[in-house]
């Protein structure tokens, strides 16, 4: 990762001291360079803008002038005649007449992953110092709107603002400055009044601006075009995702009573059937009961939470399935060569480590850690970044158990050795001790993902070698150490899971001239012996599909917000002892790169 985004420590240390919750602060030019140019943004709200015309439901693109948002803002959208958001801006502002607009994309982290990395890179330094541990999401401003279209409001987020065309001013008021809350009359006055008490920040492009989720603000383009990227930090709730549960499980259950008109709106309606509401309302309350002995119910909000949890490490379709990842310098090697730019799905199927090293940095070991522990993995992982390749020992066992945790979709299930304890007579004497006990770690519309994404890595990927002969639905993975010390198929179906390992027990001395292979990969021996063992294994089992989950996988934006205090800050750079420098603060010495060491991911 480059640190030319990154801000010194003792910056961040300040800042979350003095600012952080309290006061709002522009960052003068904290960058040597912009963060982004003009062009490069446009061309990701262009995209953005193709997906929502395509039919993209999930894309959250909005146009306004000084009457309101558009209803249909298809016309008025970014398109493939707009080289550049200058002729964008011309085009739109002749077709509405010379007024003025805006364009507002939030999720933007999902249309360009360069820069979304480098905001990521800005962002480290806070999160290790913050305790608890925020969502993030990207917000795209841009038009020559006099001011933002909800006028003066307060939001439950910290925000960075980042200009990057333009100069953008904003008018800032503490919580208590309007003490009716959304309610206060002079939300609605004449705001040349109300600016004389504002605090105004004002920034022009390379300017970061802050304000907490405590000031009510309002955001306006100072002559001209404006574009700027706002980071909207919010903290977890847990609890309002419980009520939107329970609100849409009521909704339901009460559905059928409210609907037709059915529900008394006027003072004649309600004198007439009173009595409605009251039904209604012992519905809800019934519902609630209901509720309260509803295994499905309770696990689908233990799955939505998992899911929210996980949502830093969550890459959105778009991104799973076609962003590219620069094959870097010094990113590692791979085993089985290859290069260039390549998908996460498609990194997975060829086993291409050098993505995966670059997403390692991107979630944090310690996340990573704790997602393969709740799989199945029991032996102490050190949080490093090569730990993603496979550079820490762990049993065939344990990953049998991870895979397994998956091939049930995403159910874990201790392993067991025993079953039962019989007697002589075949009495069993013992059963409910060796119980095996399940817990489910990650949801089962997760786990389907991974599942058909391995199923790609056997049919067309690195582990062919394991397809079965009847066809049945499989899924696996190959895996291949440094100089070919150690070499793994594991896989699964719906009915079993098992790891293959082929090594020397005492060294990792390279699979060389074995069985004829001239140098053993995963895809190679460990491959065929995993299907010999399952053909024999599932030889009485049909063959059967995974069931389609009941909670399918939530895409969302990749918004990485787990802590990187794995890697600390590199000591100073040492100087000369002759040499006494003019009196210049010394620059930062670049963010320290941990060594990736390249081990099982063939």
């Known amino acids: 990762m480059s640190a030319e985004f990154v ?12 600012c952080w919750g309290k006061i709002p602060f522009v960052i003068k030019k904290p960058f040597p360079q912009p963060l982004a140019t003009t062009q490069e943004v446009f061309l990701a709200t262009r995209h953005a803008a193709d997906e929502f015309r395509a039919g993209g439901s999930s894309v959250r693109i909005r146009f306004y002038m000084e009457d309101g948002f558009s209803v249909k803002p298809e016309p008025y959208l970014p398109d493939s005649n707009d080289h550049s958001a200058e002729a964008y801006a011309a085009r739109v502002t002749g077709k ?87 309610h206060d009359a002079r939300l609605d006055s004449d705001f040349a009044v109300l600016r ?91 519902a609630l009961q209901k509720a309260n002995r509803d295994s499905d119910f309770a696990e689908a909000i233990q799955v939505s939470w998992l899911d929210r949890l996980t949502a830093s490490v969550t890459y959105h379709r778009t991104t799973l399935e076609n962003v590219i990842w620069a094959n870097t310098v010094g990113w590692g090697h791979n085993a089985e060569g290859g290069g260039g730019y390549q998908s996460l799905v498609s990194a997975t199927v060829h086993s291409v480590n050098i993505v995966y090293s670059q997403l390692m940095r991107d979630l944090g070991p310690k996340q990573v850690a704790e997602t393969a522990h709740l799989l199945g993995i029991t032996s102490k992982l050190p949080l490093h970044c090569s730990m993603v390749l496979g550079a820490d020992d762990v049993t065939p066992l344990e990953l049998t158990s991870a895979y397994a945790t998956i091939a049930a979709g995403g159910v874990y299930h201790r392993p067991r050795t025993i079953r039962r304890v019989e007697d002589a007579t075949g009495k069993i004497v013992a059963s409910k001790v060796f119980r095996v006990q399940a817990k489910r770690v990650v949801s089962d519309g997760v786990a389907y993902e991974a599942t058909q994404i391995l199923k790609d890595a056997v049919s067309s990927g690195t582990g062919t070698r394991a397809r079965l002969d009847d066809g049945r639905p499989q899924a696996g993975k190959t895996g291949t150490a440094e100089n070919y010390g150690n070499a793994w198929f594991c896989g699964y ?91 210049k603060k010394p620059k930062a010495p670049p963010a320290a790169t941990t060594p990736v060491v390249i081990a099982p991911q063939g």
Not at 7 to 18: A, E, G, I, K, N
Not at 201 to 207: A, C, I, M, N, T
Not at 499 to 505: A, F, H, L, S, T
Request: charged share 20%; aromatic share 12%.
């Open 7 to 18: 801000l010194p420590s003792d910056f961040w240390s300040h800042f979350v001291t003095h």
């Open 96 to 182: 509405i007449d010379g007024r003025c607009f805006g364009l507002i994309l939030n999720g933007f982290q999902a249309y360009d992953a360069e820069l979304w990395r480098r905001v990521r890179e800005f962002l480290r330094g806070l999160l290790t110092e913050i305790s608890v541990q925020p969502m993030v999401e990207g917000v795209l401003f841009f038009g020559n709107y006099d001011k933002t279209p909800r006028g003066i409001h307060k939001d439950p987020v910290d925000i960075f603002l980042f200009v990057i065309e333009g100069r953008k001013k904003m008018y800032l008021w503490p919580e208590e400055f309007f003490h009716e809350g959304d």
């Open 196 to 286: 004389r008490d504002a605090i105004v920040l004002e920034g022009e492009p390379g300017d970061v601006i802050y304000w907490p989720s405590s000031y009510w603000h309002v955001g306006e383009s100072v002559g001209g075009l404006s574009l700027s990227l706002s980071l909207a930090l919010k903290p977890l709730q847990p609890s309002s995702e419980i009520l939107d549960h329970l609100k849409q499980y009521i909704e339901e259950f009460v559905h059928a009573s409210l609907d037709e008109g059915n529900f008394p709106t006027t003072p004649k309606e309600l004198e007439e059937s009173a009595a409605m509401i009251a039904g209604v309302t012992k519905l809800a309350l019934k």
């Open 493 to 583: 179906t719906p009915d079993i899971a098992a790891c293959v390992w082929v090594g020397y027990r005492s060294s990792n001395k390279p699979l060389e001239n074995v069985e004829g292979f001239g140098a053993v990969y995963g895809g190679t021996l460990p491959a065929m012996i995993w299907k010999d063992f399952m053909t024999t294994a599932l030889a009485r089992i049909g063959p059967h599909d995974w069931p389609e989950p009941k909670h399918p996988m939530v895409y969302r934006p990749f918004t990485p917000t787990t802590s990187f205090g794995y890697n600390p800050s590199p000591p100073a750079a040492p100087q000369a002892p002759e040499k006494k420098p003019a009196k």
